[in-house]
């Protein structure tokens, strides 16, 4: 495969990253409206950050192909990972994988490429270690961040009694229904504002990381950009 054909095939692979964001935005949506938190969002999740993973390594072994591995005495037996390091010896370690820790000396303008996005250089590139981290999991948790919007401040009828709960999604009210005493109004499917009857309503805001705490829809988002953005920071000199 030529150089352009291989660009080619990773610019598809990017384009493809922005397809699935998109999908996973719709089931975000969803699944907020819907107060739950499906197989698809995980999985979407999962395989956004995975293709994002899977992108830069194959930028990495394209520009290793191309400009690294023709300066090198010793080659290695397999390729390695796109490197996403913490400090300098995580760096230098993961060059390793490509015999290549010295690429410092042995190809100083890729080198000075690589080390620009990493982390340890400049912390807004802490998205890429993000990226290989949750790639390495068998399965990306989601956690719903809510909030309570209070109507009228109490939430069952004065004096106790039982407490009435239901989605209003779910559940429509017609003329004429009563909840602890007092009239639904089918309009807003909530009682009537009065002194008896509190309401709460619990809306689903967005989808965090289990882990982290991260809004992950602003990660994925964060994740396909930023890997787009590598990718040409690499290979634009490559033809």
Not at 39 to 59: F, G, M, P, W, Y
Not at 89 to 118: H, N
Request: charged share 25%; hydrophobic share 35%; glycine share 6%.
């Amino acid at each position: 495969m030529n150089i352009s054909e291989r660009k080619s095939q990773i610019a598809s692979q990017i384009e493809r990253s922005f397809q699935l964001l998109e999908q996973l935005d719709e089931v975000y949506r969803r699944d907020l409206h819907e107060k739950c938190v499906s197989d698809d969002a995980r999985i979407l999740t999962h395989e956004v950050i995975e293709k994002c993973s899977n992108i830069l390594d194959q930028a990495m072994s394209f520009l290793f192909d191309e400009r690294i591995k023709p300066k090198l005495s010793v080659l290695p037996q397999r390729g390695g990972y796109y490197p996403a390091a913490a400090d300098e010896q995580g760096y230098k370690s993961t060059l390793g994988q490509w015999k290549a820790s010295d690429l410092d000396r042995v190809a100083p303008e890729i080198d000075a490429k690589l080390r620009s996005l990493q982390p340890f250089v400049d912390p807004r590139n802490a998205i890429y270690k993000k990226i290989k981290d949750i790639a390495t999991k068998k399965h990306t948790g989601l956690l719903p961040q809510t909030k309570l919007e209070n109507k009228t401040v109490r939430a069952q009828q004065t004096g106790g009694g039982p407490m009435v709960q239901w989605n209003p999604a779910a559940v429509r009210f017609g003329p004429g229904v009563r909840i602890a005493g007092v009239p639904v109004n089918p309009q807003t499917q909530l009682p009537e504002p009065n002194q008896n009857v509190d309401v709460t309503i619990t809306v689903w805001v967005r989808f965090l990381l289990e882990d982290s705490g991260e809004d992950a829809f602003a990660l994925c988002r964060d994740a396909v950009d930023a890997t787009k953005a590598a990718v040409n920071t690499l290979l634009m000199d490559l033809t």
